[in-house]
């Protein structure tokens, strides 16, 4: 190799350093930007609590039985601040909060950044086996949508997609494993479940049956786990479907929810189409084959899932289909980069610029003064502001019900679930602090039944504090 060419490669190996480093370091940055000026989201809080509570409770309790397990998590200790578990989550993402609350810093924080970097490595290797550039890959995998539906709304989407993505390989490599990887993506997140049919592919019967029985295996175990601590086999499961059959309704497919899921890939591939001037051509390899099934079994899930949400949460269930997408994509590109080396710079400084333009929107737009006010945890934020209204009233220490439990529990005050129901009433005579702008809609929890019967004790417009006629103060230091 002459001097020229030692310079072009050195040149080229610089500049993928370069794009790689940024694909990398822009999500981290937009991740710690969202937490420092809007908070974590409600979903995020939820999955840190079940973390903390298995942390905690194993630290106290060692090895507990089932009985007292199952008291703890559901709260009879009455200790909320302690203890706080949602059993119709999907379990994964638990042990890994309870680890990371063994390290300093945020906690959730940090549990984003190491799913991201989970997945960006899945994508990594995933592309290897695809024989895509790997600037390519990434750039395709890591876009403002994933950023955000993936590890900054709920955390459970880029464990699952990571997942899918290893099941992915060794179905390429025509692996049984595979099953595994889709098994553990199915807990991770339950939509994933839907992949379980792609071992088919393997074609092989006694490739299928180890890799069907290899995905059985982590989603059985859950299951008697959930038999174990609740009574009831499945619990979990169970209880995150009537839990969606409670709170979803049929609505308007939202054209806006499927473009934020299909439109950073069918971006990515065009320019990488346009400026490779790519010319359609079918072919059917085994590689595409796989692709294909990832793509149709994910569409069949989100197609199943749309009419059942809101137009935020159709957003967010597109997930898989996403993830399914943009891999697609990053195939259409790598092609084209294998006979146009230049045209990963180019879609490369796209997933760049798009990144960037995420980062300083937040930046510029995340930092409005309701958001400061309403962020958990934020100087001057509502939670904070219903604290000291608390205190004016004389239930300033008191534990209280409300809409907004999670961010209330998050941002340090003792708040109650209204969903839960001790046998003697007693969650009947605590205060209750009804959130207009944050929390779950009041009409829509066992708590609206019994404001009618409480009286008025503050109202404005950001929140009211009800009384029952025989309030009590349960007061409970976690320290």
């Known amino acids: 190799m002459g001097i020229s060419g030692s310079v072009h490669s050195s040149s080229r190996k610089a500049a993928d350093f370069a794009i790689i480093a940024l694909l990398i370091i822009l999500p981290v940055a937009t991740f710690y930007a969202i937490l420092a000026t809007a908070g974590p989201s409600w979903d995020i809080i939820a999955r840190y609590f079940d973390g903390k509570t298995l942390m905690n409770f194993i630290a106290q309790s060692g090895s507990p039985h089932a009985l007292s397990l199952q008291y703890a998590l559901a709260g009879e200790s009455l200790d ?52 895509i550039d790997r600037t390519v890959m990434l750039a395709a995998l890591i876009s403002p949508y994933a950023v955000y539906f993936f590890f900054v709304l709920n955390g459970g989407e880029g464990l699952a997609a990571a997942f899918a993505f290893i099941g992915i390989v060794y179905m390429l490599r025509r692996s049984p494993a595979a099953g595994l990887f889709f098994g553990i993506a199915g807990i991770a997140k339950y939509p994933a479940l839907i992949l379980l ?41 169970i209880q995150s479907i009537q839990y969606s059959n409670v709170t979803a309704y049929a609505v308007t497919v939202s054209a806006a929810a499927i473009a ?17 001037r790519l010319r359609p051509r079918l072919r059917l390899g085994y590689r595409e084959k796989v692709v294909a099934a ?20 159709q957003a967010r269930y597109g997930f898989l289909f996403g993830a399914s997408l943009m891999v697609a994509a990053a195939m259409v590109v790598g092609s084209v980069v294998r006979r146009k080396p230049g045209v990963r710079y180019i879609v490369s400084a796209f997933a760049v610029s798009v990144l960037a333009a995420m980062l300083v929107y937040v930046m510029t737009f995340g930092n409005t003064a309701h958001t400061r006010y309403y962020a958990p945890g934020g100087a001057n934020s509502i939670y904070a502001y219903a604290h000291g209204i608390l205190e004016g009233l004389g239930y300033g220490n008191c534990r209280i019900v409300s809409n907004a439990w999670i961010l209330m529990l998050y941002s340090g005050y003792d708040a109650y679930s209204p969903y839960i129901m001790y046998a003697d009433g ?7 602090v009804v959130f207009q702008e944050v929390g779950v809609q009041a009409n829509t929890t066992p708590l609206y039944s019994r404001l009618r019967d409480m009286k008025i004790a503050y109202s404005d417009s950001s929140l009211t504090v009800y009384v029952p006629s025989n309030v009590s103060c349960y007061s409970y230091n976690e320290t």
Do not use: C
Request: glycine share 8%; no cysteine.
């Open 80 to 131: 909320s601040l302690r203890y706080y578990f949602e059993p119709y989550r999907e379990p994964v993402s638990a042990p890994v909060f309870a680890l990371l609350s063994a390290l300093p810093g945020n906690t959730i924080l940090l549990y984003m950044i190491a799913v991201f970097m989970a997945y960006a490595a899945a994508a990594w290797f995933l592309g290897k086996e695809l024989g």
């Open 294 to 313: 990832f793509v149709a079994l994910s569409l069949i899930g989100y197609i199943a899932i749309l009419p059942h949400n809101d137009p935020g949460t």
């Open 426 to 432: 007693e969650q009947a005579r605590y205060p209750a």
């Open 197 to 237: 049919p792609m071992v088919l592919l393997l074609w092989n019967r006694k490739k299928v049956l180890i890799a069907s029985l290899l995905a059985l295996a982590p989603i059985v175990a859950w299951g008697i786990i959930d038999g174990v601590v609740w009574g009831t086999p499945f619990s979990s499961y």
């Open 260 to 276: 934020a899921v299909v439109a950073y890939p069918a971006a990515f591939a065009g320019i990488g189409a346009v400026f490779g």
